[in-house]
């Protein structure tokens, strides 16, 4: 039989997150650094009314664009907290986690052979989206000296005349990193002066440890050029009720979703009803969430550097991303032994792009106990494998 798949298909490599977790799953006892999903629960209040809509028989489709309630109290959020006013009517869309969104974004934009500019280590789903999309990824890479901020002349350099978007990851997964306003205002000049778009992936923007989240499109000029991501799964420890949002200008969400309309139809109808919960009465649940994840950085920051593993002061998200240069191990041989030899799952940097070669992901979004066990293992780990 001859090969009938496709051939972008075939030409992008599998995840390199995914190796690990089948090891994982043959395994006992591993503490897992690995996972990037909230260990809570979804918070009591969500499910109890979710089981209170399906109980009163919400178990149809919904609109295409996601229920109008669910829409205008995102568009109510979004002014609150960032003064962007967007219609609830034609500018909000309700997709199938950010992953939809980031989906039907390329695909709502991209011609074949479009450029996109993408930063790394970054998400792994990225590359390989922009590619099944049509376009073509250019990656930029952020440095560690930088704290891993995408800096605008590098930005600058890489642009060409097919260059159609940047698409820009703030707090970063798998660094940490957080960018600061005057380089995203320096992104922002540049997304004028050479007419582009930002996907702007904000999905980690309520975990922010210091300082605001600047949302991009709030920056002059950018808010009609910006594609805004967002969802429920970090924040709310919802991932699996696939749930999420983009917020754009007119033409770009129309495009979005007549995509969505003929590939997903709508959004769960019980997962947009939670959603609303969330947004309503959500808030205070989210920030105890959030000081946890807090108390745990800060030790997980200290003790790498403690053991040996320099580790950068991530300030967002729930990963820190340490350098493994001090021992005589690559990242994959760090991660894979690690798991084999102490029973502790971790990624290596190179999954998000060649530039995180001498770099692990580890998520703090594990409990107290279990990273303080990690921790002791990682260093007994390290004392076998130092330079
Ligand atoms: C940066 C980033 N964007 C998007 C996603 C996917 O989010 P969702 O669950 O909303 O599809 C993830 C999940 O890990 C992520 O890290």
């Not at 991660?335 to 070669?357: I, N, Q, T, Y």
Request: overall charge negative; proline content about 4%; aromatic content about 10%.
């Amino acid at each position: 039989m001859k090969n009938f798949i496709n051939k972008k298909v075939l030409e992008i490599p599998p995840s390199g997150i995914r190796r690990f977790f089948d090891i994982i799953a043959t395994m006992d006892e591993v503490i897992s650094l690995g996972v990037g999903e909230p260990d809570f629960d979804t918070p009591w209040h969500i499910r109890e009314s979710s089981i209170y809509y399906i109980e009163q028989g919400y178990t149809t489709y919904t609109s295409n664009s996601g229920l109008i309630e669910l829409r205008e109290t995102i568009s109510k959020k979004l002014f609150q907290e960032h003064y962007l006013e967007y219609n609830s009517q034609d500018q909000v869309l309700i997709t199938v986690g950010v992953s939809e969104g980031l989906d039907l974004a390329l695909r709502a934009i991209l011609n074949p052979g479009d450029e996109v500019i993408v930063h790394e280590p970054s998400y792994v789903s990225y590359k390989p989206c922009i590619i099944m999309a049509g376009g073509v990824p250019v990656v930029v890479e952020t440095k560690l000296d930088d704290d891993f901020q995408l800096r605008a002349e590098d930005v600058e350099k890489v642009i060409t005349k097919k260059t159609k978007a940047i698409l820009i990851s703030y707090p970063n997964n798998p660094t940490g990193a957080i960018i600061n306003k005057d380089n995203l205002t320096k992104i922002a000049k540049i997304v004028e002066k050479y007419d582009l778009l930002v996907i702007s992936d904000e999905i980690y923007g309520y975990l922010t440890y210091k300082g605001e989240h600047t949302c991009f499109a709030t920056l002059p000029g950018m808010k009609d050029r910006t594609i805004l991501l967002n969802g429920f799964s970090k924040a709310y420890a919802m991932t699996g009720w696939r749930i999420a949002y983009a917020a754009s200008n007119r033409d770009i969400i129309k495009a979005m979703t007549k995509i969505h309309q003929y590939t997903m139809l709508c959004a769960p109808i019980i997962s947009q009803k939670a959603a609303i919960e969330a947004l309503n009465n959500g808030y205070s649940y989210m920030k105890s969430m959030i000081e946890e994840y807090n108390q745990r950085r800060r030790l997980i920051i200290e003790s790498l550097n403690k053991i040996g593993l320099n580790c950068f002061k991530a300030l967002g998200a729930f990963y820190v991303f340490p350098s493994i240069e001090n021992t005589i191990l690559s990242d994959e041989e760090f991660a894979e032994k690690l798991l084999l030899e102490e029973k502790v799952a971790v990624v290596p940097g190179s999954a998000f792009g060649d530039c995180g070669r001498n770099f692990i992901r580890c998520s703090y979004a594990t409990s107290l106990n279990e990273i303080e066990e990690a921790l002791k293992r990682i260093q007994r780990f390290f004392e076998r494998y130092k330079k």
